[in-house]
């Protein structure tokens, strides 16, 4: 699994030449409705093990909560099951919200 910064995914989703990742949601859907980052599917992460076959396994996976560390367990939980290109957003949300899109309602 890579880490990624908010500035390493804001570079990537503005580089034109370079496809977008799934941005994967791991958090609640309450979380999901009071902020997100533009294109996320929602996936709360208690639901990730039943819903993981909906996913491509060699797509490239942004997996993304409020602080990084459900994220970084169910990017764990991916690889385990054949996922081979997971990125965590370190910092989740917040750190998104603090440092790229400074509009983003915090929690």
């Known amino acids: 699994m890579h880490n990624l ?4 995914l804001q570079e990537w989703l503005d580089d034109p030449a370079r496809p977008s990742p799934l941005l ?3 958090r609640e859907p309450w979380e999901f409705e009071i902020c997100h980052i533009a294109g996320a599917r929602l ?7 039943l819903q993981a076959a909906e996913l491509q396994p060699d797509a490239e996976i942004v997996v993304i909560c409020h602080h990084g ?3 970084r367990h169910v990017g764990v939980f ?3 099951n054949g996922f081979t290109r997971i990125y965590n957003l370190g910092g989740g ?11 983003m309602p915090l929690y």
């Open 5 to 8: 910064s908010p500035q390493m």
């Open 69 to 71: 560390v459900r994220s």
């Open 43 to 49: 996936m709360p992460m208690q639901s990730v093990p």
């Open 78 to 80: 991916l690889e385990r």
């Open 93 to 103: 949300v917040d750190a998104w919200a603090n440092q790229v899109d400074h509009a």
């Open 24 to 26: 994967l949601d791991v």
